[in-house]
């Protein structure tokens, strides 16, 4: 009974029409990466139960639901059986892609690609990987696995599309335990910026293109901005507060480059609702000279934008680049995209076991976590054919400020010296906005549309 009970909830979770076929849709795609019709049928099986409702998620459990016997056949399609992950997952990505852009391809400029990692904690030192580093799960040192991965992001929603397993210094180098784990002799150690850098060198080779790309610190060093650049997307990179900037008054660190916005100058924008309410900062962004252009490329514009608390006056600190002018509003928009992926870590995990797989070695991580990011896959394009279906949008909002008029900005400082230079704002719409009770007419994108070649919040030193 209680088997007949786990295999309906697992149907019911497909069962609507629209849905089911969607499900039907990507299966079908992949199937040319498993060589076996039996492992074909194990797989759905496997990406059925995912999608249920069950305690837990491992070979056990989803043999059960699927009515098995015993787990043999999950063990064997992630240990032994003839499958090509890493197809599967492009296959998946791809399909992923095409249907949160409305079956309209993977080139488009208001389409966002976001790097980061996750980390699952283990009990054993023996699972590939797994060492004491810091783990994101528990904010503090622990024995874990660290996973790099990619999500795309566009207004109708977001999925992951990519993830490589991190392999330590020390873990790269030990043959014994590379043998024991069965990790291929190619793999070498990369750190996770490189890991990040094949990541979206992969994407960018199947044809998924962004306008821009986003990270936190520790995506924001030189190497893979520019290899993003080569690509030809933006990107708007989070950094540390001792981090170096070029202006024209001088090479500072980001730190004391804040430190010349005048309070006037910030602009505060709305970014989203949390529990407790609206979510809004204030933020400002500076003109600086970019370090990171390759050879044969055009400077393009690069900035600093910072992002300042209302109540603790905490900043953080972005480098970004456009090959064309942006309003400061499509900067912070890219900004905040970079919390999709830590949603998308969350539901992969809570929803369809990513963290769950009862595996230790190389290939059977690499299985467990590509049939894991199918049915992830899977939601994110029901959910956006669901948001679709109901009309849901939103957008990004200006929020007037109380601040003095940006006009009064101009003023030339008290004390002389590089130091103490203060910046200049430019007039521009988006400084009108900020300071008008009423706010700039919105375009279809939801950002103000501009009127003059510069934006007032755009910041330029002397």
């Known amino acids: 009974m209680e088997l007949n009970n786990h295999a309906a909830a697992a149907a019911a979770t497909v069962d609507d029409a629209a849905h089911g076929g969607l499900l039907d849709d990507l299966m079908a ?3 040319p990466c498993l060589a076996r019709r039996e492992t074909r049928l194990t797989c759905r099986d496997m990406v059925n139960g995912l999608l249920s409702e069950l305690d837990d998620y491992n070979c056990w459990t989803l043999a059960e639901a699927a009515g098995h016997a015993s787990p043999c056949r999950m063990q064997h ?4 059986a003839r499958c090509d992950d890493q197809a599967m997952l492009d296959s998946a990505a791809d399909w992923a892609v095409e249907q949160l852009n409305g079956g309209q391809g993977g080139d488009r400029s208001d389409a966002i690609l976001i790097v980061d990692e ?11 990987g797994a060492a004491r580093q810091y783990c994101g799960a528990t904010g503090s040192i622990a024995l874990c696995q660290v996973a790099v991965t990619l999500t795309y992001a566009v207004p109708a929603g977001h999925a992951l599309i990519g993830r490589t397993l991190y392999l330590p210094a020390d873990w790269a180098a030990d043959e014994e335990r590379r043998e024991l784990a069965g990790v291929p002799d190619e793999v070498m150690f990369e750190t996770k910026p490189e890991l990040a850098g094949r990541l979206l060198q992969r994407a960018h080779d199947r044809g998924i293109r962004a306008g821009f790309t986003a990270g936190d610190e520790v995506y924001g060093g030189l190497d893979l901005r520019r290899s993003i650049r080569e690509l030809g997307s933006g990107y708007v990179m989070a950094v540390r507060s001792n981090h170096a900037v070029t202006l024209p008054s001088g090479r500072l660190t980001v730190k004391t480059a ?5 309070p006037s100058m910030w602009q505060r924008m709305r970014t989203g609702s949390a529990t407790k309410g609206a979510k809004d900062y204030h933020w400002a962004m500076i003109e600086i000279t970019p370090d990171d252009t390759p050879e044969g490329h055009d400077d393009g514009h690069a900035f600093l934008l910072l992002r300042k608390h209302r109540y603790t006056g905490t ?7 456009s090959p064309a002018p942006v309003p400061l509003a499509k900067l912070i928009d890219v900004a905040v995209a970079r919390w999709k992926i830590e949603e998308d870590h969350q539901m992969s995990k809570q929803v369809t076991g990513l963290d769950s797989g009862q595996v230790t070695t190389w290939t059977s991580w690499h299985r467990w976590t590509a049939i894991s990011l199918l ?5 994110a394009a029901a ?3 669901q948001r679709a279906r109901d009309g849901s949008t939103a957008a990004l909002m200006l929020i007037p400020s109380p601040s003095p008029s940006c006009s009064d900005s101009s003023a030339a400082p008290s004390s002389p010296g590089p130091a103490a230079t203060s910046p200049t704002a430019t007039p521009g719409p988006s400084g009108d906005a900020a300071t008008s009770t009423t706010p700039a007419k919105p375009t279809s994108a939801g950002t103000p549309t501009p009127t003059s070649r510069r934006n007032r919040n755009e910041l330029q030193l002397p």
């Not at 996750?118 to 590939?128: F, L």
């Not at 804040?258 to 005048?262: A, D, E, Q, T």
């Not at 900043?315 to 680049?321: A, D, E, F, G, R």
């Open 29 to 31: 795609l992949v199937a």
């Open 77 to 80: 399609l992630l240990s032994r």
């Open 118 to 128: 996750t980390s699952d904690v283990k009990s054993s030192a023996d699972c590939a």
């Open 258 to 262: 804040g430190n010349l916005v005048r």
């Open 315 to 321: 900043i953080s600190y972005y480098l970004c680049w």
């Open 375 to 379: 049915a992830a896959a899977f939601l």
């Open 383 to 385: 959910a956006a054919w």
